[in-house]
C-alpha cells in the first residue's frame, strides 16, 4: 500500500520558466534511464522478490523514493512551462530562425500536456515498459540496478551543466547525490550477493555442461592486439578459479552453413538445375 503526502521530498522550484530545458528535462522522466525506469524497475523487482526478505524491503525503500523523484520532476517541468507558448512565442518572433522551430519547444507539452510534463523522453517517445528489468535473479537484476543509476547519473550531470538556472540546478544536484548513493547502495548489494555465489550469474548452472575450453578465452576479432592489453585477455580470472588466455587468430569452429531447400509451396528461390515451371 503507498499513500502520498503533499511535501516533495525535496525542493523543485526554477528560478524561471524555460520551455526549451523542460524538453531536455523530459530524458531524466521518461527516458530509458529516466526516474520512471528505474521506479517501475525496483518495484517489480521488490514485489517479485523470492529472496530475503532485506532485499525485498530495500528493493521497496528506493522504488518508492523513486516515485518522489518523479513526482519532483514532473513538477519542475510544469513550471518551467509557466507562460508557454505565449511568451515562446513571442521571443520567437524575433528570430525567424527560431520561430521555424518554435524556439526548440516540445509542442506536446502545449497540446497535449496542458502545460505539464510528459511519460516521455526528450524527442517525445513514450516511456516504454520494456525498458524494465525484473528476471528473478537478484545478482543479475542489481548488476542492472547499478547500470540505470550510472546512466542516470551521467545524463542528470549533463543537464545540470546545460543550464544556469540556480533552483533547477538545485533540485539536480539532490537528484544526482541520491544516484550517488544509489550506485554505492548496489555496489554494495551486488558484493554480498557475489560471496555467497560467485561472479557469473546463474550461479545455479552446472559448469561442466558449458564448453569449459572457451571458458576464459578472450578471442581478438578485431584487427590490431591492444586489446591484450588488459586484465581480461591474461593473469587470474576475478573469481581466482582460472587463468585467462588470449587467443590473437581464433579459428572458426564450427561448420559451413548449408541449408535445405525450401519445400514447393513456400516459392522460394528454386535451387541450381531445378527451375520452376512455365506458366501456361
Known amino acids: 500500500m503507498f499513500y502520498h503526502i503533499k511535501e516533495l521530498q525535496y525542493n523543485a522550484r526554477p528560478d524561471r520558466p524555460d520551455p526549451v530545458y523542460a524538453k531536455k528535462l523530459q530524458e531524466i522522466l521518461g527516458g530509458q534511464y529516466g526516474e520512471m525506469s528505474v521506479m517501475i524497475q525496483y518495484l517489480f523487482q521488490g514485489w517479485n522478490c523470492r529472496g530475503e526478505k532485506k532485499y525485498r524491503d530495500m528493493l ?14 514532473a513538477t519542475m517541468i510544469a513550471q518551467l512551462l509557466d507562460g508557454a507558448p505565449v511568451e515562446e512565442q513571442e521571443a520567437a518572433a524575433k528570430d525567424p530562425i527560431i520561430l521555424a522551430a518554435m524556439g526548440g519547444m516540445n509542442p506536446q507539452h502545449a497540446i497535449v500536456g496542458g502545460l505539464g510534463a510528459r511519460p516521455d523522453d526528450s524527442q517525445g517517445y513514450p516511456w516504454n515498459a520494456r525498458y524494465t528489468i525484473a528476471s528473478g535473479n537478484m545478482l543479475a537484476d542489481f548488476r542492472a540496478n547499478l547500470n540505470a543509476e550510472t546512466q542516470g547519473r551521467l545524463q542528470a550531470v549533463r543537464l545540470y551543466e546545460m543550464t544556469d538556472d540556480p533552483g533547477v540546478r538545485d533540485m539536480l544536484s539532490f537528484l544526482i547525490a541520491r544516484d550517488h548513493m544509489h550506485q554505492l547502495q548496489w555496489i554494495a548489494a551486488i558484493s554480498e550477493l557475489e560471496e555467497k555465489e560467485g561472479l557469473v550469474v546463474p550461479s545455479t548452472f552446472n559448469q561442466q555442461y558449458e564448453k569449459q575450453e572457451v571458458s576464459h578465452s578472450f578471442m581478438n576479432f578485431s584487427k590490431g592486439t591492444e586489446s591484450a592489453e588488459g586484465k581480461w585477455a591474461s593473469g587470474a580470472t ?20 548449408e541449408l535445405a531447400p525450401a519445400p514447393t509451396h513456400m516459392h522460394g528461390t528454386p535451387p541450381p ?8
Open 60 to 73: 521497496l525503500d528506493i522504488g518508492t523514493e523513486e516515485i518522489a523523484h518523479v513526482e519532483m520532476l
Open 238 to 257: 576475478p573469481d581466482g578459479k582460472a587463468q585467462f588466455e588470449y587467443i590473437e587468430n581464433p579459428e572458426a569452429m564450427g561448420q559451413i552453413p
Open 273 to 280: 538445375g531445378k527451375l520452376p515451371p512455365k506458366n501456361l
